[in-house]
Nanobody, 119 residues
């Protein structure tokens, strides 16, 4: 499985972006796709996760400002990012993990897409 993220860019504080990540290959029907911002020197921390069944998880304080969604027909996960702040600047990595089947627990990472928010 390969993950291709896109949609990053340069935006002023208060602006918005919509990130996309498409999985090529076969994910088991029970899976989750997630977003992790990566800032040099910091650990990756989950900000949003969504299973194929629609269950969502957000980092504290982000629900309402960020929204994760999926299009199962396209094997794509989206992250709508509103009211962006300079501290949101990061490379946003896409992640997928198998929740069932013989490959349960297998994880995949994409290369990410850069989001830069100016003050």
């Amino acid at each position: 499985v390969q993950l291709q993220a896109s949609g990053g860019g340069y935006v002023e504080a208060g602006g918005f972006l919509r990130l996309s990540c498409t999985a090529s290959g076969s994910l088991f029907r029970e899976n989750a796709m997630s977003w992790y911002p990566q800032v040099p020197g910091n650990e990756r921390e989950l900000i949003a996760r969504m299973t194929e069944s629609g269950s969502t998880e957000y980092a504290r304080g982000l629900r309402g400002r960020f929204t994760i969604s999926r299009d199962g027909t396209k094997n794509t996960v989206y992250l709508q990012m509103n009211r962006l702040k300079p501290e949101d600047t990061a490379v946003y990595l896409c992640h997928a993990d198998q929740l069932g089947g013989k490959d349960k627990g297998e994880e995949f990472w994409g290369k990410g897409t850069l989001v830069t928010v100016s003050s």
